[in-house]
């Protein structure tokens, strides 16, 4: 197989939490420490959002949400998550990776745009993945960007195992220099994010504005 079947790899790596989440149901911390950023009334666009745990925590902020996806299993849990906690959130199934995404109507749709650990695309796949999530963002907004950097492959405590697939600092500087950095941050935490991001890791925060 030389194109790579994210959709299955991911649909049994959800499969096999059960009725667990593999994440966890909490939202990612450097998302909720954001929480003033995201005055309600206004929208997010969650890419690559897994079970819901981000999206569902935006909608509860006030937000109007859409969180795309691929795995199917993912998002019957995510719909399940939102159900469970009252909130009504617009669950696409895409893949961020393909030439057709965004769609059209996503350009400069989104006052926030958010990506948590987005690290499936590896060098070749980056720029479209980053690239698609910069057009979403209208001119004046937000992306929020969290990943891990190289130092992670020491903990092994989630994320990739390739060194490619990892963040740093140069790297974020130079993808996002069309945009005003407003955060880069890079800095060791110790997650408890379902079983998947659990114990101490190597990270780095991105907030960035579209000029406008």
Excluded: C
Excluded at 102 to 111: K, L, N, S
Aim: proline share 5%; glycine share 10%.
């Amino acid at each position: 197989m030389t194109h790579f079947d994210h959709e299955a790899f991911w649909s049994e790596r959800y499969r096999a939490a059960g009725e667990d989440y593999l994440f966890g149901t909490a939202p990612n911390r450097f998302l909720s420490a954001h929480a003033s950023l995201f005055a309600a009334g206004r929208n997010a666009l969650s890419v690559a959002d897994g079970e819901g745990r981000n999206a569902v925590w935006l909608a509860e902020q006030g937000l109007a949400v859409t969180a795309t996806e691929i795995s199917p299993v993912a998002l019957e849990k995510a719909r399940k998550l939102a159900a469970g906690r009252g909130v009504q959130v617009d669950f696409v199934t895409a893949d961020v990776l393909s030439p057709a995404w965004p769609p059209a109507e996503y350009t400069g749709a989104f006052d926030f745009v958010v990506g948590v650990f987005v690290q499936f695309a590896g060098p070749a796949e980056r720029p479209r993945l980053f690239d698609g999530m910069k057009r979403a963002v209208r001119p004046g907004g937000l992306l929020l960007l969290q990943g891990y950097t190289p130092k992670q492959l020491e903990y092994r405590t989630g994320g990739p195992s390739a060194v490619e697939n990892l963040y740093t600092r140069e790297m974020l500087l130079a993808a996002f220099s069309d945009f005003e950095i407003v955060d880069l941050r890079e800095h060791e935490d110790v997650l408890s994010e379902g079983s998947g991001h659990k114990g101490r890791s190597a990270l780095i925060d991105l907030v960035a504005r579209r000029p406008g």
